[in-house]
């Protein structure tokens, strides 16, 4: 069974601080992924990654920034975490691009930045 | 005007019924279309692929409607199980960053 997990299901921080949402996946996927998802706004790429080591911006990457130094993991990093950064973040993963190309999704992280 | 739209519902329907939505889309150069559903509290989980020439999966019936730029997707004798919220997603080819989320339709089926 694939799996995508994520190294915390709830998470409150404080304003200023330095956030490290980690990401996992067990399908040896290239691609890998990091979404945040808003009420009303719907699921908006923050950062993706093609293979080790690689990364490329997605729509709203201000505030973030990514690693990726072994295959199976994709780490999110806010270096000053911000109110306006509460939100809940999807990591998933999925095969070598193709025109048919289904993500598998972790079960999210709820961050909450007070 | 956003690149994916969807209604965002609730589309509230007894059992047994049949529900359709729609979801449009702005770049004609779009390549691929997905229907995901999340359920509450969950993550979004594909549901199936919108082909050219449509497709079924049992109860459910996908369509793309290149002219007209929208996907649709039919939900036939819907189950309480189907409550649910459907997001449509439209990708380019081979260009991961330009997977577009749709905010998602909620659909909430009564007894």
């Known amino acids: 069974d694939v799996k995508v997990t994520q190294s915390s299901r709830y998470l409150v921080k404080r304003t200023g601080e330095k956030v490290f949402l980690e990401c996992v996946q067990d399908m040896d996927h290239e691609n890998m992924f990091w979404y945040r998802q808003d009420p009303g706004l719907g699921l908006r790429l923050i950062y993706f990654?093609?293979?080790?080591?690689?990364?490329e911006k997605g729509d709203i990457p201000e505030g973030y920034s990514v690693s990726r130094e072994k295959k199976e993991r994709f780490s999110l990093i806010l270096e000053s975490a911000s109110t306006n950064q509460t939100s809940m973040y999807l990591c998933?993963?999925?095969?070598?691009?193709?025109?048919?190309?289904?993500?598998?999704f972790g079960p999210g992280t709820r961050l909450t930045v007070l | 005007r956003k690149e994916v739209e969807q209604d965002p519902g609730p589309f509230n329907v007894p059992e047994g019924a049949t529900v359709a939505f729609n979801c449009t889309y702005s770049?004609?150069?779009?390549?691929?279309f997905f229907w995901y559903r999340q359920d509450c509290r969950k993550e979004p989980k594909l549901l199936m692929s919108?082909?050219?020439s449509g497709n079924e999966d049992g109860r459910f019936t996908a369509q793309l409607n290149r002219a007209s730029q929208y996907i649709s997707l039919l939900i036939r004798d819907s189950k309480l199980s189907d409550s649910a919220t459907y997001l449509c997603?439209?990708?380019?080819?081979?260009?991961?960053?330009?997977?577009?989320f749709g905010s998602g339709t909620r659909l909430s089926i009564r007894p």
């Open positions: 919108v082909y050219s």
């Open positions: 998933a993963s999925s095969p070598p691009s193709g025109i048919y190309n289904e993500q598998f």
């Open positions: 770049n004609s150069a779009s390549q691929s």
């Open positions: 997603v439209v990708t380019q080819y081979s260009s991961a960053s330009k997977i577009i």
């Open positions: 990654s093609y293979d080790v080591k690689m990364k």
